[in-house]
């Protein structure tokens, strides 16, 4: 797939496909995670993007590439967690009525 990739050089192209996929899943992991944990989630972002910030210091080329896309998209998530709790409190998102929290914004 690689040999093919860089045949007809859009290895680039490649990359900013799976990018685009990678943001776009942490998107509704974000709100997922803090719909059900609430921002308590930010810790499994912090791992993450450490062990892709690992791995990708560890591997080489687009893997290398991807995995730190990853790395940093779970670090960003950790700051999305936080304005995700915000946006909930606004009414914005539906809250989880069986959290603590919920309950006590709803109050």
């Known amino acids: 797939m690689m ?6 050089h859009i290895e ?4 900013g496909l799976v990018t685009f996929l990678i943001i776009g899943l942490f998107h509704p992991l974000v709100i997922k995670g ?8 930010w810790w499994a972002f912090l791992l993450g993007g450490i062990a892709m910030g690992v791995l990708s210091v560890l591997t080489e080329g687009v893997a ?7 790395a940093f998209s779970c670090f960003w998530s950790i700051l999305e ?6 946006r909930v409190r606004k009414g914005w998102f539906p809250a989880n009525p069986r959290k603590k929290s919920a309950k006590r ?3």
């Open 81 to 86: 967690v936080f304005e995700q709790r915000e």
């Open 105 to 107: 914004t709803a109050d």
């Open 3 to 8: 040999q093919f990739l860089q045949q007809w």
């Open 34 to 41: 803090e719909y059900y944990f609430g921002v308590r989630c």
């Open 64 to 70: 290398s590439i991807l995995c730190g896309v990853v």
């Open 12 to 15: 680039g192209l490649a990359v």
